[in-house]
């Protein structure tokens, strides 16, 4: 009994995951109801931005990336 409660309970914790996969195969995942049904949009992500090791400019045109 205790051990088809915890099995029951795996498959209840993994249905939103299916849900809202479902919901980005119909819409996108950069949709309104992809949001609205509790995922992130894409474009609403974090970008992250890289420095480079001096943290003054950027890799391609940093001296002190290409001398070390």
Same mark, same amino acid.
């Given at each position: 009994?205790?051990?088809?409660?915890?099995? /029951?309970?795996?498959?209840?914790?993994?249905?939103?995951? +299916?849900?809202?996969?479902?919901?980005?195969?119909? $819409?996108? /995942?950069?949709?309104?109801?992809?949001?609205?049904?509790?995922?992130?949009? +894409?474009?609403?992500? +974090?970008?992250?931005?890289?420095?480079? +090791?001096?943290?003054?400019?950027?890799?391609?045109?940093? $001296?002190?990336? $290409?001398? /070390?």
């Amino acid at each position: 009994m205790l051990t088809q409660i915890l099995e /029951n309970e795996e498959d209840l914790a993994d249905y939103p995951e +299916k849900i809202l996969r479902g919901i980005a195969y119909k $819409f996108g /995942n950069n949709s309104y109801e992809y949001q609205m049904a509790g995922g992130t949009r +894409k474009s609403a992500r +974090k970008r992250i931005v890289r420095q480079s +090791k001096c943290g003054f400019c950027s890799r391609s045109t940093c $001296f002190y990336w $290409f001398a /070390n």
